[in-house]
């Protein structure tokens, strides 16, 4: 799954799995934004990763994905880790 959202303490537990098909950073963050303000208050604080694998886009010339402070507050809040995991 591109996008994998999962508690790390152990147990470990999936809370997610976003973007099935889909490796294009801007979408994949758009969607992790959308999930992100739907299950703010449904998020205990604890230990989290919000793991996005991408893939260059062949027609990427700058620019991109941005996250925007609303979403960083919810994963801080949240005790969320981001981590950008890039693929061929």
Not at 10 to 19: I, M, T, V, Y
Not at 31 to 41: G, M, R
Not at 52 to 75: C, H, K, L, V, Y
Request: glycine fraction near 6%; charge should be negative.
């Amino acid at each position: 799954m591109p996008i994998t959202i999962y508690r790390t303490k152990q147990p470990s537990e999936n809370l997610a799995c976003l973007c099935d098909n889909c490796w294009e950073l801007p979408i994949q963050v758009s969607e992790l934004e959308k999930w992100l303000d739907k299950n703010k208050n449904k998020i205990p604080t604890d230990d989290y990763v919000a793991d996005i694998g991408f893939t260059q886009r062949s027609d990427a010339s700058g620019g991109g994905a941005a996250i925007s402070p609303e979403s960083m507050g919810i994963m801080a809040k949240a005790g969320m880790w981001l981590s950008l995991s890039e693929y061929r």
